[in-house]
């Protein structure tokens, strides 16, 4: 069974930052592309960022752009969301997913994802 676990959300002030984990099971971790979507209230899920199975390649929104970092440990089947410079803006539920195609093509499209995390919340407040 395929699961995805994210975690690492909180309060935090605007300015400051936040790294959030992706732990994933149930399939060969490295040989799938993850994503990082969020969804702030009253809103559409969006998509935030991805990066290959190798690692190698990595895609953001242009609204995370230079603020955010993705990067995976395959060793440890995880990914991870870097955030910093955080904005209110940026409040949301953020949820990790992958999907059973492989590669990355039209990362941003949430339609093409098969698996989702749970979601861990981030709110960023002052």
């Known amino acids: 069974e395929v699961q995805l676990q994210a975690s690492g959300g909180g309060l935090v002030q605007p300015g400051g930052s936040l790294k959030l984990s992706c732990a994933a099971s149930g399939f060969t971790f490295d040989d799938y592309a993850i994503a990082w979507f969020r969804q702030a209230p009253g809103k559409e899920r969006e998509a935030i960022s991805c990066i290959s199975s190798s690692g190698e390649s990595t895609y953001y929104a242009d609204s995370v752009k230079g603020r955010f970092t993705i990067s995976r440990d395959n060793a440890k089947n995880t990914v991870y969301l870097q955030m910093n410079s955080l904005e209110p803006e940026d409040t949301a539920v953020y949820y990790c997913?992958?999907?059973?195609?492989?590669?990355?093509?039209?990362?941003?499209?949430?339609?093409?994802?098969?698996?989702w995390g749970q979601g861990t919340q981030v709110t960023v407040s002052s």
């Open positions: 997913a992958t999907r059973r195609l492989r590669g990355s093509v039209n990362w941003w499209d949430r339609s093409l994802y098969d698996y």
